[in-house]
């Protein structure tokens, strides 16, 4: 093996020529470079099948609490207005009426020689006016068209409710009133009743 | 896989959509009274009155306690109430309020689904009273009552089904106290008749 073939191709070596042709077709030879695709896709790596069972779980779970924060929500927002029971303040009208029970006791379940105690303030339910405060004084015993019977009757219940129950009582019977004597005005006002009652006085 | 997500998706917004509608549904009936507000500076006599929920529930269950007719039948026509919200102002002098707040009222009432029962005009006080009503189906679902006068403002806003007749016919016949209201610098002790 000569050396000088293989530094400068001087001379003649079989061997390395031999070696030379058998490797000759790896050589490189100068052709055009490959062409770039049109497009170049990024590339994508696949989601595995543990992140779209993640993805459902959270998707029933956020269901779940959804239903759950709604159902929480109408529940308290129906308890709310019991919740403000207790915000009835007494007034210090006097002495004795500072003791006074803080529920307002309606006059018909009262005995009559109580005196009469004040509701100061009233914290309201509603959704639009977060904080009213609403004086309400008795200012007579109001005993109307009541029998015997029914004041024995009212008697037995005022032992029997306790103090929110006669708040809401009272505070029912209050508007179903109001309520009522609204309608009646009305309905006497179709029928033509106060023209006839009217009509009727100035005939006297 | 992920046509399973995306009708589960599907499924959440419907589902949370017609929650949301249904809430809406009942509570339609509302009025809002949020414009009345200003009036409790201006006016000699407030009453307010919001009974709902629990509230309501405890009332309900002491007219059964009552042994008596009435109350029995006042029972029977509040027994699928929901709720009852009354706003009563009374003034000193005729026009002290604004009767923008009270038509702000009135167009509430002019909404889908509350139908004119009964309207009322007469130039005595200037009175108007309106009573309109909402029915969902054939079920009631709600009563408003409107009262404007020259020194009086009367609005009342009923929620769930009731007796209009039998709580007409029942004026007068609760056995409830006869009520005042004062100012809140009225320190007067002495009842007013």
New interface residues.
């Given amino acids: 093996m000569k050396e000088d073939y293989l530094w400068d191709k001087t001379g003649t070596d079989p061997e390395i020529e031999s070696l030379e042709n058998a490797l000759g077709k790896f050589c490189y030879q100068k052709t055009a470079p490959p062409l770039l695709p049109a497009k170049v896709f990024p590339f994508r790596k696949e989601p595995s099948?543990k992140i779209?069972l993640f993805?459902?779980t959270a998707?029933?779970a956020?269901?779940v609490f959804?239903?759950l924060g709604?159902g929480l929500w109408?529940k308290f927002?129906?308890?709310?207005?019991?919740g403000n029971?207790a915000e009835v303040v007494a007034a210090p009208?006097?002495a004795a009426s500072a003791n006074e029970p803080m529920v307002e006791i309606?006059?018909?379940l009262r005995d009559k020689s109580q005196k009469?105690p004040v509701i100061k303030k009233?914290k309201?339910?509603?959704k639009?006016?977060e904080e009213?405060?609403?004086?309400?004084?008795?200012?007579?015993?109001?005993i109307?068209?009541?029998t015997k019977a029914?004041n024995s009757?009212?008697t037995d219940?005022n032992a029997?409710?306790t103090k929110?129950?006669?708040y809401?009582?009272?505070?029912?019977?209050?508007?179903?009133?109001?309520?009522?004597?609204?309608?009646?005005?009305?309905?006497d006002?179709?029928e033509g009743k106060t023209e006839q009652t009217a009509f009727f006085k100035n005939a006297r | 896989m992920k046509s399973l997500i995306n009708h589960s998706l599907k499924f959440i917004l419907l589902t949370l959509f017609l929650l949301t509608a249904i809430t809406a549904k009942a509570q339609n009936a509302r009025l809002n009274f949020e414009k009345l507000n200003g009036l409790e500076n201006k006016a000699l006599d407030v009453v307010e009155v919001n009974i709902d929920g629990k509230l309501l529930d405890l009332a309900k269950r002491v007219m059964v306690k009552v042994n008596d007719p009435d109350a029995k039948k006042v029972g029977q026509a509040i027994s699928g109430l929901k709720a009852i919200y009354v706003r009563v102002f009374n003034f000193e002098n005729d026009n002290e309020y604004n009767i923008a707040d009270i038509d702000e009222i009135r167009s509430q009432l002019q909404s889908p689904g509350w139908e004119r029962l009964a309207n009322v005009r007469s130039k005595r006080n200037n009175q108007k009273i309106d009573v309109f009503t909402m029915f969902n189906g054939d079920v009631m679902s709600g009563v408003a009552v409107v009262v404007s006068e020259s020194k009086s403002i009367a609005v009342i806003n009923v929620i769930g089904p009731i007796d209009i007749d039998l709580l007409a016919e029942m004026s007068g016949k609760f056995n409830i106290p006869r009520i005042e209201i004062e100012k809140d610098n009225d320190n007067s002790t002495k009842p007013k008749n």
């Fill in positions: 099948r779209y993805a459902l998707a029933a956020c269901l959804a239903v709604l109408l927002s129906s308890n709310h207005s019991a029971l009208n006097d309606p006059n018909d009469v009233v309201t339910s509603s639009f006016t009213k405060f609403v004086r309400i004084r008795q200012a007579v015993p109001v109307h068209y009541q029914q009757t009212t219940l029997r409710l929110e129950e006669r809401a009582y009272d505070q029912l019977m209050l508007a179903l009133s109001i309520t009522s004597s609204k309608l009646k005005l009305v309905k006002k179709v």
